[in-house]
């Protein structure tokens, strides 16, 4: 059944999900400001615990306003109730089928070819990675502000800059560029969390 409804506006913040972090889900979508997004991956979980991770996460969305997209066929990502897809590089053909079905469309870039593909698939963001090194990829080289602006350009729609990201980063990067890029994180809401755990078990201990 096609949505009746159009697709939520891209957030410009956004939490990528990982299976190596060690914090829970909800506690990490809970750090996040109003309005921000999350990409579920998780692909290694069996399909009924990765959609109740996914509905845990909707539900922890409709209290904070987050947009959640699933990466998967948009078949799937309409099906399990996220509001887009995160349509990964081999599936970009099925660009035509997310936006019949009203869903938000983004889709990682690493180099100017997938940048042309996310313009034709006419994705609302394009994930351009890794503008900084990562733990995610350790050893891959880093974009650079230059090389990731290029690849903005050519994208289409709104350029969001993941690999090694930070507020502060992100911040630097909107004054360099100007062109309303949105920035999204791993590592940086982990760290957000581990510091909250601390003071909250700090102001635990009794004086």
């Known amino acids: 059944m096609v949505r009746r409804h159009p697709p939520p506006a891209l957030p410009r913040i956004w939490l990528f999900s990982d299976e190596r ?7 990490l979508a809970v750090l996040l400001p109003p309005g921000s ?12 615990a990765r959609w109740r991770l996914l509905r845990r996460l909707m539900r922890t969305a409709q209290v904070r306003r987050l947009t959640v997209l699933l990466a998967a066929s948009p078949a799937l990502a309409r099906r399990w ?22 869903l938000l469309l983004t889709m990682p870039v690493h180099d100017a070819r997938e940048a042309r593909r996310a313009r034709r698939a006419g994705a609302a963001g394009a994930f351009i990675s890794p503008l ?20 903005a350009r050519q994208a289409g729609g709104r350029p969001i800059a993941l690999g ?11 004054r360099a560029s100007r062109i309303g ?5 791993i590592d ?7 510091r909250r755990r601390t003071r909250q ?6 004086t």
């Open 188 to 194: 940086a809401w982990e760290e957000k969390a581990a």
């Open 164 to 174: 090694g990201m930070t507020a502060a980063r992100a911040r630097a990067l909107d």
């Open 21 to 27: 972090l060690g914090a829970g889900w909800a506690a």
């Open 37 to 48: 997004g999350i990409v579920l991956r998780h692909d290694s979980l069996a399909p009924g």
């Open 181 to 185: 890029a949105g920035w999204a994180a």
């Open 201 to 206: 078990k700090r102001n635990a201990v009794p």
């Open 81 to 102: 109730g996220a509001d887009g897809v995160h349509l990964r590089q081999p599936l970009a053909h099925r660009a035509v089928e997310a936006h019949r079905l009203g």
């Open 132 to 151: 900084h090194p990562t733990r995610s990829h350790p050893g891959a080289p880093a974009l650079g502000h230059a090389a990731w602006l290029r690849l």
